[in-house]
């Protein structure tokens, strides 16, 4: 069984490389994450090559769109046989409900959760589009819709976990990117924390994309990562 905290993120134009890293890895020691730039490129049967590989795959696509486009979206998805999708949580709440809806009517049941605020929208942009609430009080409003429509849980940035562990207890799952391995490079991420930190401060799942796909050895690399995630607090 697969218990294991990380999702890989499968940041790659092309099936063939993505493909090439896939094979290094083990589906009980990871899971998958196919975003809308390697789905818009490889297409569903992708999507199938992985979970013939008995990989879970979330399904990065992030839907936005009214209600019943949006239920459509989801079931196609949950047809697939994907482990994990989202949509966005500004599409409001009888959006979310009928994706909730749709999932529930489907034979395989993926989790579905939201994204709140992108990571990339600042206090100044959320202005722009008419919203005066602060990112973090906006965050945790659209966290506190996305729970009461009966959604999964949410896409978050590490640095907000513990806070919205908090408010939104503990059967709400908390996604976080912006993972970095202790003494590996931030690359391009601002605001970066340790796998271990993340899991301590709260978060389910781990998304991590380059210290394992741009490693010499991606397997190993998890593994590390594992390891690092599992010592004890203190040891
Ligand atoms: O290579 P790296 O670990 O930075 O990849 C992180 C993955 O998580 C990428 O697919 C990136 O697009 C995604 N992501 C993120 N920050 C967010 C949301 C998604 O890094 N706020």
Redesign the pocket.
């Known amino acids: 069984m697969n218990n294991s905290h990380i999702i890989v993120?499968?940041?790659y134009a092309e099936e063939k490389p993505a493909l090439e890293l896939v094979t290094q890895l083990d589906p009980n020691k990871c899971r998958l994450?196919v975003?809308k730039e390697l789905f818009t490129h490889a297409g569903p049967r992708f999507i199938e090559k992985l979970t013939d590989k008995d990989f879970d795959v979330f399904l990065?696509l992030k839907f936005h769109d009214i209600p019943n486009t949006v239920a459509r979206a989801c079931s196609a998805a949950a047809d697939l046989g994907v482990w994990m999708l989202n949509v966005h949580a500004s599409g409001g709440r009888a959006m979310m409900q009928s994706a909730r809806e749709a999932i529930d009517k489907s034979s395989h049941q993926p989790l579905l959760i939201a994204?709140t605020i992108?990571?990339?929208l600042s206090d100044q942009d959320l202005i722009e589009l008419g919203i005066t609430s602060s990112v973090e009080d906006q965050v945790l409003r659209l966290a506190e819709l996305t729970k009461s429509a009966g959604l999964d849980g949410i896409?978050?940035?590490a640095q907000e976990v513990s806070r919205l562990r908090m408010h939104m207890g503990q059967n709400f799952k908390l996604i976080t990117?912006?993972?970095?391995p202790a003494g590996y490079a931030s690359?391009?991420?601002k605001r970066?924390m340790t796998p271990a930190e993340a899991i301590s401060a709260g978060s389910d799942y781990l998304?991590?994309?380059?210290?394992?796909?741009?490693s010499e050895n991606p397997l190993q690399a998890l593994l590390d990562i594992e390891a690092e995630i599992n010592v004890p607090e203190g040891g």
Do not use: A, Y
């Open positions: 993120s499968l940041d994450k975003g990065d994204v992108l990571t990339s896409v978050c940035s990117p912006g993972i970095r690359d391009d991420q970066v998304v991590i994309g380059r210290p394992v796909t741009q």
